[in-house]
């Protein structure tokens, strides 16, 4: 059974301003972890969020393979996605291969092991296209049209910079 209690105003008052400067104190460290001084990284958008932005700029995805990096590298492989895409200038399928890093520091860690795992690929190096957009790598066989490519790079930026 619920015992009651009176409250006097006083108290009232008094509860309601700790309240009022708790409340107000978690919304300065909410906005403190969002701003630039702190390490945090925005997060990616997913794969299901990148396929949208290609779509958005008219870039059309098939075939998607998850953990295909191109190469028998067991470290890129979890962050690999593989897939056919097309569009604008483009109107030939191309093979791409997504590396999605976790952070910044792993992409910094990772990425000269993508351009090697390319060379499994990529049988000419006048051919390779490789698209960065801290956290994601994005690379393939080419050449690409201009329009397809500046499109993709497009895309990969807005899904870089998170949701």
Do not use: K
């Not at 067991?74 to 191309?94: E, H, K, M, R």
């Not at 690929?121 to 500046?150: C, E, H, K, M």
């Amino acid at each position: 059974m619920l015992a009651s209690r009176t409250v006097s105003p006083r108290s009232h008052r008094l509860g309601g301003r700790l309240v009022l400067v708790g409340l107000l104190g978690t919304l300065a460290l909410a906005a403190a972890g969002c701003s630039g001084g702190g390490s945090a990284e925005p997060s990616t958008a997913d794969f299901e969020g990148t396929v949208a932005d290609l779509d958005r700029v008219h870039v059309a995805v098939s075939d998607v393979i998850s953990g295909e990096a191109g190469c028998a590298n067991s470290t890129l492989a979890p962050t690999a996605i593989s897939f056919d895409a097309s569009g604008l200038d483009q109107p030939n399928p191309v093979r791409i291969h997504l590396y999605r890093f976790r952070d910044g520091s792993t992409y910094d860690r990772l990425r000269p092991d993508v351009d090697q795992c390319a060379r499994s690929f990529v049988t000419n190096p006048d051919d390779y296209v490789a698209l960065d957009a801290r956290p994601l790598v994005a690379t393939s066989i080419g050449p690409w049209g201009p329009q397809f490519t500046a499109a993709v790079r497009s895309a990969l930026e807005r899904a870089a910079a998170g949701p």
